[in-house]
Structures are given as structure tokens and as C-alpha cells.
């Protein structure tokens, strides 16, 4: 009788402790309704991601030479046309649609303008032009993306 005991709870433990493996998180999601603002949101941002990563891809095979000058401007074109629609839709779709645009929230303030360097100093500040990380001059290579600088 304490043997049938113990077994019992030893199973009962195990499939408490194993539950999240069998019960998947998009089921319990679904159990939740989305609104169709957010819905369409997490798919624009979902697309966005994609298109990014597709226009990286990109620059990718043109620098190591795997893609031709033409066809990378005509894919290029065609990628920055497809994030364009996908951000400007994004731009429409409410980030939080519970909350609704207040008419009494003030602008942003203007940010501060930066120091101007003194007349004599050399400003020696340059930047990646790939991905906009500061470099020292000495670099030949972004130590961010890899992309070779002038």
C-alpha cells in the first residue's frame, strides 16, 4: 500500500514539474484574445525584422562579389521599397491601442545643441558608414559590422 503511495506521488510530481514541456506557450497565448491592432502590429513588426535582416543579407553578397552591381540595385530597390510600406504602416497602427491619443501631451523639447569644438582643436571622430559606430582613425575594419572603411 505504500508502495502504490509513493508511485502515485512520484508520477503526480513529474507531471506537475512537466507541464510546461507539454502544454505549449502559443496554446496558452491563443487562450488569451488579440486585438486586431496588436495583431496586425506584431505581424508588421515581425515583417520589418525580416526585411532587415533580407537587406543585410544583401549587402552581404554584394561586398564578398556573390551578387552583380545590377541585380543588387534592383533587389535593393525592391527591399527598401517593401520596408518603406511595412514602417509607414507601422507609423499608422496604434503602438498601445487601450490608449488613445491625448491632444494634451506637449512636443518633445528640442535637444540641447552640442559644444562646438574650440578653434584649434582637431576633431578626429569618424564613424562607420554601414552601421554608424564611432571608429578610431586607425581602423580598417568596423569593429561592429566588419565592413572595410576608407
Known sequence: ????AIVAWVLLCILILSQP???P??????????????????????????LYRELHDLE????????SAEDYRGQREHLVGSAAQVLQSL?????????????????PAPPEPSPQPEAGAQRDCRFCTACG??????????????QALK
Not at 39 to 45: F, G, N, T
Open 133 to 146: 559606430v564611432a571608429r578610431d582613425p586607425e581602423d580598417r575594419f568596423c569593429r561592429s559590422c566588419g
Open 1 to 4: 500500500m505504500l508502495t502504490v
Open 25 to 50: 506557450r502559443l496554446a496558452r497565448a491563443a487562450a488569451e484574445p488579440e486585438s486586431p491592432d496588436r495583431a496586425r502590429r506584431r505581424r508588421l513588426l515581425e515583417e520589418k525584422r525580416a
Open 60 to 67: 552581404l553578397d554584394h561586398d564578398t562579389g556573390k551578387l
Open 91 to 107: 507609423e499608422q497602427t496604434p503602438a498601445n491601442p487601450a490608449a488613445a491619443p491625448s491632444a494634451a501631451v506637449p512636443a
Open 21 to 23: 514541456f507539454l502544454v
